[in-house]
């Protein structure tokens, strides 16, 4: 399949600043691709480039093969969906939809144009509002009109810009579903920007997660999130729990790593020998809380035993927080069965996971 968009060393300095370093990537026809990350992370500076609101230092960004880096916005016929949804609020709905049909001057009649700003109206479920203004319509209308107007025009590419910011939670996950629905309907080519984990892995085919300007991690959401490539990553991805590790060491045929504290407990890895391995001071073992298990006895099962010091509920499931070696907190999460909370703060209890659930990362 031909690559929609590439992306080569794309770059924006400010001064020594760099807002985005070296980021390269390409998209093919139809693909979902989320930028993700912290504040500061490059990940709007990126999408502006694409946008041609911001002139990259260096790189290149071509669509369908065509040079597009220094062309101004209007001459790229990209579709742009803001957070601020960007409505004129004289015009009624129908006029707002229709308006990037009016700049594009294509020769279509104004019967045209409007028959095809109802059927966007269709496609996001909002006929019925056609005469009012945006004023008389909820946030999450307003955002299902901004799209409908963004795709209109049948841009190449969509550019979404935390589209979903300034709704509420549920109203945000119905829209992730709809904006993902009308995606796959129109096979649309998209580059979402949020910093929202969930969001990115509910509605993408691929995340590049972005840090310090860069790409720190890309790849499908199962892959960012079962097997993250760095601290960094696992840490931001979801939640994690990073065991600080200093040593890893060959133990009657078990890979066997001890943890950096003052008691310096050990816990089988995995199954399989290995030499002897010290590792650098920001070495740490990573697993997730819904990957443990804690019970006060689990026999053969046991990797770790610490004190319970905090049990939360969190309706469907109550999650765990657990002391180790009086310095390590772990967190372990597993659904709810009845509400019940069988631990008490203070006691001791026993930490246990699959041989493959956890990898150490720097």
Do not use: C
């Not at 279509?108 to 409007?114: A, C, G, L, N, S």
């Not at 929202?196 to 509605?203: H, I, K, N, V, Y």
């Not at 310096?264 to 920001?282: I, K, M, Q, Y």
């Amino acid at each position: 399949m031909e690559n929609m968009l590439v992306l080569e060393g794309l770059t924006k300095t400010y001064g020594d600043f760099y807002a985005a370093k070296n980021v390269t990537l390409n998209l093919k026809e139809g693909e979902f691709l989320t930028l993700l990350g912290p504040s500061g992370s490059g990940k709007t500076t990126t999408l502006k480039m694409v946008a041609g609101l911001e002139i990259p230092t260096s790189g290149g960004i071509f669509v369908h093969g065509e040079d597009i880096t220094y062309l101004p916005p209007d001459k790229r016929g990209l579709g742009m969906v803001f957070q601020n949804y960007a409505l004129f609020p004289h015009m009624t709905i129908k006029e707002n939809i229709m308006f990037p049909l009016k700049i594009k001057k294509d020769g279509k009649r104004k019967q045209e144009m409007e028959n095809l700003a109802m059927e966007y109206l269709r496609l996001v479920q909002l006929e019925h509002v056609a005469e009012r203004k945006p004023s008389q319509l909820s946030g999450g209308q307003q955002q299902r009109i901004a799209l409908a107007r963004a795709l209109v025009y049948s841009p190449p590419i969509v550019l979404m810009d935390e589209p979903l910011g300034a709704l509420d939670k549920k109203l945000r996950g119905d829209m992730q579903l709809e904006i993902k629905r009308i995606q796959k309907k129109l096979h649309i080519t998209t580059i979402y920007v949020t910093h929202d984990q969930e969001e990115a892995l509910t509605m993408s085919d691929r995340i590049a997660i972005m840090n310090k300007g860069e790409i720190a991690m890309m790849g499908t959401p199962d892959e960012i999130y079962e097997k993250p490539n760095s601290v960094f990553v696992a840490d931001f991805i979801g939640e994690s729990n990073l065991i600080p590790v200093s040593r890893a060491a060959s133990e009657n045929g078990a890979l066997v790593l001890r943890m950096k504290t003052k008691k310096a407990s050990t816990f089988v890895h995995r199954p399989g020998g290995g030499p002897v391995t010290e590792f650098a001071d920001d070495t740490r073992f990573v697993i997730r809380p819904e990957k443990m298990f804690v019970d006060r006895q689990l026999g053969e099962r046991k990797k770790l035993t610490g004190k319970m010091i905090d049990v939360i509920y969190l309706g469907e499931s109550v999650k765990y927080i657990i002391l180790v070696d009086g310095e390590v907190q772990l967190k372990i999460k597993q659904q709810a069965i009845g509400g019940t909370r069988i631990f008490k703060e203070g006691e001791e209890v026993e930490i246990g996971w699959p041989d493959d659930a956890g990898q150490v990362l720097n």
